[in-house]
């Protein structure tokens, strides 16, 4: 099954490694029957402009960065994609802002930094699962009743 995610963080680094994480997930970490399709971006106006071209299966954001926030950059994409589902990432310290998306955000998880990779995958796999269940449900309804 094909899924297409989003990252969305102002460190190249962290993106690099997200990328090598989630690349690696069906062989090292046997959880994730997926086939994903994964895009990068450092800028989260760039994301959103990417995200009104094409549907995105989920969106896993950075709390903290320079030109706009993840509880900003995940509140747009939810307006542009209300189905899809959202992760934000942020370091350990940031209980503010723990605080402040689940108070805003409709988050499926947020992830402290640094990440312990089974973690992380694991709640990826979760959320789209998630995301399938939701899918099926709306399809369900839409089924005229015999």
């Not at 994730?32 to 990068?40: A, G, S, V």
């Not at 549907?55 to 960065?65: C, I, K």
Request: hydrophobic fraction near 45%; charge should be negative.
């Amino acid at each position: 099954m094909k899924r297409r995610i989003m990252l969305v963080d102002d460190d190249d680094a962290v993106l690099q490694s997200l990328l090598r994480l989630f690349r690696r997930m069906p062989c090292s970490y046997g959880i994730l029957n997926y086939d994903l399709e994964i895009e990068m971006f450092a800028v989260p106006a760039t994301a959103l402009a990417r995200a009104v071209e094409i549907e995105f299966d989920a969106f896993l954001s950075d709390y903290r960065m320079p030109a706009m926030d993840g509880i900003e950059f995940l509140s747009r994409a939810r307006m542009l994609q209300p189905d899809a589902v959202q992760m934000m990432f942020s370091g350990s310290g940031d209980r503010d802002a723990f605080e402040r998306a689940f108070e805003k955000l409709s988050l499926f998880r947020f992830i402290a930094k640094p990440w312990d990779d089974a973690t992380l995958v694991s709640a990826l796999a979760e959320a789209l699962t998630y995301r399938d269940l939701m899918r099926d449900k709306a399809l369900e309804k839409k089924r005229p009743r015999s």
